[in-house]
Nanobody, 115 residues
Framework: QVQLVESGGGLAHPGGSLRLSCAASGIVFKISDMAWYRQAPGKQREWSAIITPDNTTTYADSVKGRFTISRDDAKNTVFLQMNSLNPEDTGVYYC?????????WGQGTQVTVSS
């Protein structure tokens, strides 16, 4: 079965940093598009970043210049380095994989940015 497990969430102060990880199993990771989404309190889920198998990255305007998505194919893991955090970054962050034209989701990890 497909499993995506996020980790690394927690509490950060404005201007701080967090690094999220997502470990994948049940997919051929090296040929899968991997993405991060987030859902702020009371809001719908929104896409934040994507990385393709050839390491092409694309970012939503809301995180561009502050967040970096990367992948380690040897470890079947995708990362999201989040810098210059602000309270608007607060929410549940979800790992997403696209494999065989199907979308798979992790359980989410909470990120809270507060002073």
């Amino acid at each position: 079965q497909v499993q995506l497990v996020e980790s690394g969430g927690g509490l950060a102060h404005p201007g701080g940093s967090l690094r999220l990880s997502c470990a994948a199993s049940g997919i051929v990771f090296k040929i899968s598009d991997m993405a991060w989404y987030r859902q702020a309190p009371g809001k719908q889920r929104e896409w934040s970043a994507i990385i393709t198998p050839d390491n092409t990255t694309t970012y939503a305007d809301s995180v561009k210049g502050r967040f970096t998505i990367s992948r380690d194919d040897a470890k079947n893991t995708v990362f999201l380095q989040m810098n210059s955090l602000n309270p608007e970054d607060t929410g549940v962050y979800y790992c997403n994989a696209r494999y065989w034209s199907k979308n798979f989701w992790g359980q989410g990890t909470q990120v809270t940015v507060s002073s």
